[in-house]
Nanobody, 119 residues
Framework: VQLQASGGGLVQPGGSLRLSCAAS????????MGWYRQAPGKQRELVAIITRGGSTNYADSLKGQFTISRDNAKNTVYLQMNRLKPEDTAVYFC??????????????WGQGTQVTVSS
């Protein structure tokens, strides 16, 4: 399983970016897909998840600002980020959680894409 994250860059405060995570193979529709981020000197934290069943969950501080979605036909997960703030600056990672059984899963991570919010 390979995950390729893209779409990061430099954006001004208040701007928007859309991140993409392209997966190898048809795993997006059958896996729990997530976005995480890690700012310098901080631990990696959850941003958003979209489950196999299509349910979404967000970090409390990001509800209404970020939107996770997926395109099963393209095997791609997206993160639409609006009203960006300097504190959103981080490396953003996508993760695929593949359930091998009801109680066992495997996590795969992409390489990360840098998002910098600065004027």
């Amino acid at each position: 399983v390979q995950l390729q994250a893209s779409g990061g860059g430099l954006v001004q405060p208040g701007g928007s970016l859309r991140l993409s995570c392209a997966a190898s193979g048809s795993i997006v529709s059958s896996s729990d897909m997530g976005w995480y981020r890690q700012a310098p000197g901080k631990q990696r934290e959850l941003v958003a998840i979209i489950t196999r069943g299509g349910s979404t969950n967000y970090a409390d501080s990001l509800k209404g600002q970020f939107t996770i979605s997926r395109d099963n036909a393209k095997n791609t997960v997206y993160l639409q980020m609006n009203r960006l703030k300097p504190e959103d600056t981080a490396v953003y990672f996508c993760r695929a959680r593949i359930w091998r059984s009801m109680s066992y899963y495997e996590d795969y991570w992409g390489q990360g894409t840098q998002v910098t919010v600065s004027s």
